[in-house]
C-alpha cells in the first residue's frame, strides 16, 4: 500500500474517513460513515466479502497453527462497523491508496450503497 504520507488519522473515535485509491486500473472513491459503507459498489462488495473471509480464517484452526502472527494481524481486522478495521479492510482491498480523508467530505449524493 503505497498513500504518499497522504494518511490521515484514523482512531476508535473517527466518525467518518474517505479513502481515494486505485483497484484494477480504476479510480475509486470509498467512504465509511459511522459503520456505514458508501462509494464505488464493487469495492464495497470486496471489503465486506473480505471481512467476511477475515471472521472466517479466524474460526479455522489450520489457520491459527504456527506462531499466528499473519493471523493476528489481519484477524483484528474483522468488522466494518470499527473504523481502524474498516479502513484496513479497504486498504487491504485496494491496488494502491492515494488519499486518506477525516473527516469524509460531504457526498454529492446523499443516498448510501449499504
Request: no cysteine.
Amino acid at each position: 500500500m503505497t498513500d504518499g504520507g497522504l494518511r490521515a488519522e484514523v482512531g476508535p473515535a473517527t466518525e467518518s474517513f474517505e479513502v481515494r485509491g486505485v483497484r484494477n486500473g480504476s479510480i475509486v472513491t470509498v467512504v465509511w460513515d459511522r459503520g456505514v459503507l458508501d462509494g464505488d459498489p464493487p469495492t464495497i462488495d470486496l471489503v465486506e466479502v473480505e471481512a467476511d473471509l477475515v471472521a472466517e480464517s479466524r474460526r479455522d484452526p489450520f489457520q491459527l497453527r504456527g506462531d499466528g502472527n499473519a493471523v493476528t494481524a489481519t484477524a483484528t481486522a474483522v468488522t466494518v462497523d470499527d473504523p481502524e478495521s474498516a479502513l484496513a479492510l479497504v486498504v487491504r482491498t485496494l491496488d494502491r491508496v492515494v488519499q486518506v480523508t477525516t473527516p469524509a467530505r460531504p457526498r454529492p449524493s446523499s443516498g448510501r450503497s449499504r
